[in-house]
Every structure is written in structure tokens, then in C-alpha cells.
């Protein structure tokens, strides 16, 4: 319960002795490279507000394999329920192409536009019902081409 008294709040919560609460988190994988035909738009868009759980950076060639890791409340790993299911969604397709592989993994893959996308995952278990936000910031790659760039054109003979 939150008491709004004006410059402060007053917050009182309630908790059950012995009751833990479960924590989803995020497990990136190593950025691999991508394919032209990777990045292109695809999957289901769905907006999501709110802190993200985990922030990372990925270079716009690049892409990311997704899953889920369940932890205790300190950020043990704990076994996966049996029946866990994990539906991913992300906010900006045209920044990052989201696979759903419908096993708990996922693959987010960089579409070559600078930006911030919001990858999120709605997860149930063992009676549960968890979220977890990644946010991707999508940033430029390493070199690998140079462009000439040509200058104002001027007069070799000035005319008299």
C-alpha cells in the first residue's frame, strides 16, 4: 500500500514468512553473425512499457541467441518446471528481427537500423506467471568498407 503525503510516499508492504519470490533471468548467448536474409522483419509485435531486466548492446550485423534461466531470488539456478512454456514478443521490429523458436529459446537479430528495441518474454511454470525485458541497443559494427567521399567541385583554369 503506497501513501502519497505530499513530498514523500509511504510505503507498506506485506510479506509471507518463508515464501520466495521467483525471479526470471536473462541468459545472452554469444553474438554470432548474421545473414542478409536474416535481417528483415518478422515475428509478432507486441508494446511493452516498464524497466528492462537486463540491458545489453549489439552490433547492427549481428544477432543473439535467446533463453530463459529460473533463479531463486539471490540468482541461484533453479530446475525448469516441466510444463514451462515462453512466448516471446519485441516493441520495434524494424530494429530487431525476433525468432520464436517455440522450444524457450529465441533469436534476436539486428536489421542494420541504430536503435533501441525492447525484447519480452511472458513465462509460465509451475504455477507461475513471470516477465522479463531485454533491452537491445543496436549499434554500429566494426569497419569493413570505406566510401570516397567527393569534395565541391572547383576550376582547374580560372576563367580570365
Not at 528492462?52 to 535467446?66: E, G, S
Request: hydrophobic share 45%; aromatic share 4%; net charge negative.
Amino acid at each position: 500500500m503506497n501513501i502519497d503525503l505530499g513530498d514523500i510516499v509511504f510505503s507498506l508492504t506485506a510479506t509471507v514468512k518463508g515464501l520466495h519470490a521467483s525471479r526470471l533471468r536473462w541468459h545472452v548467448g554469444a553474438p554470432y553473425d548474421t545473414l542478409p536474409e536474416d535481417r528483415h522483419p518478422r515475428g509478432r509485435v507486441a508494446s511493452h512499457t516498464g524497466r528492462a531486466d537486463v540491458l545489453m548492446d549489439l552490433m547492427a550485423d549481428k544477432q543473439v541467441p535467446l533463453s530463459i534461466q529460473w533463479t531463486d531470488e539471490l540468482g541461484n539456478p533453479v530446475a525448469t518446471p516441466a510444463d514451462a512454456a515462453v512466448v516471446y514478443s519485441v516493441d520495434d521490429p524494424a530494429i530487431i528481427a525476433l525468432t520464436d523458436n517455440g522450444d524457450g529459446t529465441g533469436v534476436a537479430a539486428a536489421v542494420g537500423v541504430l536503435g533501441t528495441a525492447t525484447v519480452h518474454a511472458d513465462v509460465t511454470g509451475g504455477g507461475l506467471a513471470l516477465t522479463g525485458d531485454l533491452q537491445i541497443n543496436v549499434v554500429v559494427g566494426l569497419a569493413e568498407r570505406v566510401n570516397i567521399v567527393a569534395g565541391e567541385p572547383t576550376e582547374v583554369t580560372p576563367d580570365v
